[in-house]
């Protein structure tokens, strides 16, 4: 089992920033991918960034680049989500998550950190 915490959400003003962390426990994998999904109240959960276990091929949802960055420190095993110039859109829960492996789907899920922007 992988046991994931989230960290660092909380409530800013629009255009203001705020880093999320996932901190990574138990099992571990010889390759993996992070990912970074959100849901905000009404919507289906989007997947806003992803990355490899190597710090490579990062993923951003249309919504989110150019403002986000997610980044990863495999001695921590923790993965990070920078986020800058917040907008009220950006309101939602956000969830770490892990896929073991190339392929699949995201099999371990953090209990998720709210981000409110106000405008």
């Known amino acids: 089992q992988v046991q994931l915490v989230e960290s660092g959400g909380g409530l800013v003003q629009a255009g203001g920033s705020l880093r999320l962390s996932c901190a990574a426990s138990?099992?571990?994998?010889?390759?993996?991918?992070w990912g970074w999904f959100r849901q905000a109240p009404g919507k289906e959960r989007e997947l806003a960034a992803a990355i490899n276990w190597s710090g490579g091929s990062t993923y951003y949802a249309d919504s989110v680049k150019g403002r986000f960055t997610i980044s990863s420190d495999n001695a921590k095993n923790t993965v990070y989500l920078q986020m800058n110039s917040l907008k009220p859109e950006d309101t939602a829960v956000y969830y770490c998550?892990?896929?073991?492996?190339?392929?699949?789907?995201?099999?371990?899920w953090g209990q998720g950190t709210q981000v409110t922007v106000s405008s």
């Open positions: 138990g099992r571990t994998f010889s390759s993996y991918r």
């Open positions: 998550a892990v896929r073991p492996g190339f392929m699949g789907n995201y099999e371990y």
